[in-house]
Nanobody
Framework: QVQLVESGGGLVQAGGSLRLSCAAS????????MGWFRQAPGKEREFVGG????????AYGDSAKGRFTISRDNAKNTVYLQTNSLKPEDTAVYYC???????????????WGQGTHVTVSS
């Protein structure tokens, strides 16, 4: 049974930082591209960032470029999202995703986590 368990969300003031983690189990972690998507109320799910299975390739959505950093530790079966300079518009549920595809697309995700809430106050 595959599980992706996110942690690290919470309430933060604008300009602050959070580090999200996603611990994976039940899958061959190094065989999957891992990444993060987010969904704000009333909006579509959008790509935040992804890292290819061997870590050689990284991609970010436009809203994350220059502020967020994705990393993965294949020895720990964990992917991280460091979020800096947070803005109120970053408020959303952040979902961890695993896919055998690269580049990453929400339509090609094999497994989703249940999400972690990030709220940025102004």
């Amino acid at each position: 049974q595959v599980q992706l368990v996110e942690s690290g969300g919470g309430l933060v003031q604008a300009g602050g930082s959070l580090r999200l983690s996603c611990a994976a189990s039940g899958l061959s972690f190094s065989s999957y591209s891992m990444g993060w998507f987010r969904q704000a109320p009333g909006k579509e799910r959008e790509f935040v960032g992804g890292r290819s299975k061997n870590g050689a390739n990284t991609a970010y959505g436009d809203s994350a470029k220059g502020r967020f950093t994705i990393s993965r530790d294949n020895a720990k079966n964990t992917v991280y999202l460091q979020t800096n300079s947070l803005k109120p518009e970053d408020t959303a549920v952040y979902y961890c995703a695993a896919t055998t595809s690269w580049p990453m697309s929400a339509f090609l995700v094999n497994y989703w986590g249940q999400g972690t809430h990030v709220t940025v106050s102004s």
